[in-house]
């Protein structure tokens, strides 16, 4: 990832208000995801809350991951913003690194072409 390498990493809100130490704590956790894979090229954060008081994590992260034309979805739910946030990035670095593996494999000689020899 060199200097001039600049991916979309926007911040929302639904029923919350995206503080700034929110938007930097969010910037912090998912950027360094973003920092292992150099083809993401943009990464949309929702962050919610659930306003039933019935439901205990009503904190919500969700994170769609665009990344060479595919999308990678993932959703969280807590009872803090912060630890909802944790627990998205977290599950998001391990879908990039399946991703990211699964297609180095596929550039190598793991090719859906490559007959199997028995």
């Given at each position: ?28 956790k ?11 090229q ?8 659930i ?54 494999k ?8 490559t007959?199997?020899?028995?």
């Open positions: 990832m060199g200097d001039n390498y600049k991916m979309k990493n926007h911040v929302t809100g639904r029923n919350v208000e995206v503080t700034d130490a929110i938007k930097a704590y969010v910037k912090e998912i950027g360094k995801v973003a920092s292992h894979y150099d083809q993401i943009s990464i949309e954060t929702l962050l919610s809350v306003k039933n008081p019935s439901v205990a994590d009503s904190h919500v992260a969700e994170v769609n991951c665009q990344i060479a034309g595919d999308i990678i979805r993932v959703e969280e739910q807590a009872e803090s913003m912060y630890a909802s946030i944790d627990l998205v990035a977290d599950k998001l670095e391990r879908q990039v690194r399946k991703y990211k593996e699964k297609h180095q596929a550039g190598g000689n793991a090719s859906i072409r007959p199997i020899e028995e």
